[in-house]
């Protein structure tokens, strides 16, 4: 019976191609989106490598009549002190604008005798980096104070960029880059997912602030305790205005940077989840509809193959199945279209992204014309052979 | 053989009632070569239709080959019109992107037999009505007369008790006719295979063994 559905289906391949193209193009819209779904899945499900919880930032200017770094050093000492005398406060460290969810990027190059890495997130940041991000060491060790007086620059990486540059070799004791660019790996860390809970955190390294670099970080990140409250932002809010005169100040939490940095991802997708909703939602009219005139236009075919001795139940099955055996030509059409981008590194996804997608999106599609046909295919079955023959 | 008894079918809809069959009662023996006739509604293709299992009477009981069909479920009817009866149609019915043999294949697809099986088995119905030469035509390259021959290849391929034909030569030039109706004679004298005809032709109905009249929905003869 397969054989003989092939042969037939061959035969009207004029006629199924209306039914084809749609299923043709209902599978590429069905790919991408679940190529992006699944990419952002993946990446939901990634640690995070920090916790965001608790965390403030503070962006500062510096004064405009501070010039001189050591005005600047003794005028952020000042702030140093407020924060350290504030039992809220945790932990604090200074950093470059690049903190995560900040939507700011420093990149460099990681070289390493002749093998270099390009795009590597640079995130400047100080000793107490770990306890106000609580993130996780794997080798090695974090930055002292005392780091910071060393001739050669202390380094952490993550851990997949040390997998990356190094394989299986220890990291730890590692020099990196050429002359002043010359730097020390001296721990590792997991990964950090700082551009959203669904984008990847992407290659970075850490290096240390010195005392005087603090006039272009631009942020300080304080961890505070769980019971700091609105009121207690206020307070301190103003007593660090008061403290950073001449300084444009702006506090805000880590916490709601983050969920605005996940709607930047989230709402496009969810806007274009719509879209091929909607198009889906027309295609399967379209698919149904195709099929019920399929099926109308073979009513004599249907009556007839009931009179010679098919059953309602047989009629129905090779009518799903012929439709199934038709998605299955499309979507080799499909696969082949989809197999592209893998191959192609389109969008720079990894190729488990699409692979998962293809399979994904067949399941999908394959239920679709499947739903789509049980009604028809059950309508013509019902239909009692002898009238079947009449209608041809 | 086929035993119709007290046959009634009506036709409803919601505000005409039509009897197509009224009471008809027929015993068909086992080798006879039937003709049914009648004026064009007066019910002798529902009567067939009824006597093939495709339609179900009213009322009325149909026994063919000892045993009632009434109660048959779906499956059962299907398993008994593949396996008892061959259905030769005045519109060939034969399926346009399908050639030749495969279309004669089709009642053995519905049966558990092997695909090498079925084509020599096809290929012997289009040798006997004389067509071997167009197994890999499609039915639109051949003629009416041609066609017509394709159907009855199928309707005997699975070598069936009972052949129902309704007006086989209907849509035939009397030469291809003659042709048509030479092939059913000889299925029931060599192969006796009992034959029910519906014709409006007195000249074929002339030729089968016994003739039954139907005027508005009633045996008349």
């Known amino acids: ?392 | 053989m086929i035993e119709l008894k007290n046959i009634e079918k009506v036709y409803r809809t919601d505000t005409v009632e039509t009897l197509a069959i009224n009471g008809i009662s027929l015993h068909i023996a086992k080798g006879e070569f039937l003709s049914i006739m009648g004026p064009s509604g007066c019910g002798k293709s529902t009567l067939l239709n009824i006597m093939g299992l495709l339609d179900q009477p009213s009322s009325g009981t149909i026994v063919v080959d000892t045993q009632n069909t009434n109660a048959f479920s779906d499956k059962e009817l299907a398993g008994f019109r593949n396996k008892k009866l061959g259905f030769i149609f005045q519109s060939y019915h034969l399926i346009n992107d399908l050639q030749v043999l495969d279309n004669v294949e089709l009642p053995l697809l519905y049966r558990n037999i092997s695909s090498s099986e079925r084509r020599e088995l096809a290929a012997a119905a289009l040798e006997k009505v004389g067509l071997s030469n167009r197994m890999s035509h499609f039915p639109t390259q051949l003629s009416g007369g041609q066609r017509q021959r394709v159907a009855i290849a199928r309707a005997i391929v699975g070598r069936p008790e009972i052949i129902l034909a309704d007006e086989p030569t209907g849509n035939l030039d009397s030469a291809m006719g003659n042709e048509i109706m030479d092939i059913l004679l000889r299925l029931n004298e060599v192969d006796g295979t009992t034959i029910v005809m519906v014709t409006h032709d007195e000249h074929m109905a002339k030729k089968t063994h016994r003739l039954v009249r139907l005027f508005d929905g009633s045996q008349v003869q």
């Open chain 1, 1 to 392: 019976m397969f054989k003989h559905l092939i042969k037939l289906i061959w035969n009207r391949r004029k006629k199924n191609s209306l039914f084809l193209a749609e299923i043709v193009v209902s599978f590429m819209v069905i790919f991408i989106l679940s190529s992006f779904l699944t990419f952002y899945y993946q990446n939901y499900r990634k640690a995070l490598g920090f916790n965001y919880e608790n965390i403030w930032v503070l962006r500062y200017s510096n004064p405009p009549e501070l010039k001189e770094t050591d005005s600047l050093v003794r005028y952020y000492d000042q702030v140093r002190n407020i924060l350290k005398s504030t039992p809220q406060v945790k932990s604090y460290t200074f950093s470059g604008s690049n903190y995560p969810y900040s939507n700011s990027m420093s990149t460099s190059n990681l070289d390493y005798k002749d093998k270099s890495i390009n795009n590597v997130n640079v995130y400047n940041i100080e000793s107490d980096y770990p306890k106000v991000m609580e993130t996780e060491l794997v080798a090695g060790r974090w930055f002292t104070p005392e780091d910071s007086l060393n001739k050669r620059k202390p380094m952490l990486i993550t851990k997949t960029l040390s997998q990356e540059m190094f394989g299986a070799d220890n990291p730890i004791g590692k020099i990196t880059g050429k002359a002043e660019r010359e730097a020390e790996i001296i721990g590792v860390i997991n990964d950090i997912k700082s551009d959203g809970d669904y984008l990847p955190g992407g290659n970075s390294m850490f290096r240390q602030l010195k005392p005087g670099d603090v006039k272009w970080a631009g942020q300080i990140l304080m961890r505070v305790s769980p019971d700091a409250d609105a009121a207690f932002e206020s307070k301190l809010y103003n007593l660090l205005a008061n403290t950073m005169k001449g300084s444009s100040i702006e506090l805000s939490h880590l916490s709601d940077i983050r969920i605005s940095r996940n709607r930047q991802t989230t709402t496009p997708m969810l806007i274009f989840t719509v879209i091929a909703s909607f198009l889906v939602f027309n295609v399967s009219l379209g698919l149904f509809g195709v099929l019920w005139y399929n099926i109308n236009q073979r009513k004599g075919e249907i009556g007839l193959r009931r009179a010679i001795g098919a059953s309602a139940f047989n009629v129905n099955k090779q009518l799903i199945t012929e439709a199934l055996i038709l998605t299955t030509f499309s979507l080799l059409i499909g696969v082949f279209f989809a197999i592209q981008f893998p191959l192609l590194k389109v969008f720079n996804l990894e190729s488990s992204v699409y692979f998962i997608a293809i399979f994904i999106s067949c399941i999908f599609i394959y239920l679709l014309v499947f739903l789509c046909a049980l009604y028809p295919g059950k309508q013509a079955a019902a239909i009692m052979p002898a009238m079947a023959l009449h209608e041809e």
